[in-house]
């Protein structure tokens, strides 16, 4: 993922992704220039055809055997996987062709709206992301500020709708 990342724009796609895969729970860690995804949804006994579909589309696109790794042991249920800056433009590339209407609001209940509000927060302060989990009704994510001081912060749903709120505010006055 290049020097220049811009958080709130790099983990919609993701966020998209997760809700595709039914993910609610989930730690996202940022390794070099990867992306590694756990799902930590508690009771998963199986995915759903779709699923697998999405998994075996993964398997194709993926050349470096550690992507292949990953979407072998997504399809026997251990669900963990790296994705690329590239893996995340395409996904990006997926869902703006998707969204039928950009003047309608998005749900901030979305993953894909959460993690973009964490995203701005993270660009707002110029940190770099580390890690992201979200269980139940919070998220909490650690990055690393300009300085090297590492900050941890633990926001819930209503803290990050809060802040949605005003990022959306801000973005339709312009």
């Not at 811009?6 to 860690?29: D, K």
């Not at 590339?93 to 209940?109: A, V």
């Amino acid at each position: 993922m290049a020097d220049q990342i811009v958080y709130a724009l790099l983990l919609r796609p993701v966020g998209q992704l997760l809700e595709a895969l039914r993910i609610e729970s989930f730690a996202l860690l940022f390794e070099n220039e990867d992306l590694v995804v756990r799902d930590k949804t508690p009771g998963r006994k199986q995915i759903t055809p779709r699923e697998k579909a999405l998994l075996a589309e993964w398997q194709v696109t993926h050349t470096r055997p550690q992507d292949k790794e990953g979407a072998l042991k997504l399809a026997t249920g251990i669900l963990e996987w790296r994705m690329t800056s590239q893996d995340i433009e395409r996904f990006e590339r997926e869902g703006q062709s998707r969204r039928r209407n950009p003047n309608l609001t998005p749900d901030i209940h979305s993953i894909s709206q959460m993690l973009r509000v964490v995203g701005a927060l993270v660009d707002h302060k110029s940190g770099r992301l580390l890690t992201i989990n979200k269980d139940d009704q919070k998220v909490t994510f650690e990055y690393e500020l300009l300085n090297g001081k590492k900050v941890s912060e633990e926001l819930g749903v209503p803290a990050l709708y809060d802040l949605w709120v005003r990022i959306y505010r801000k973005q339709t006055s312009k």
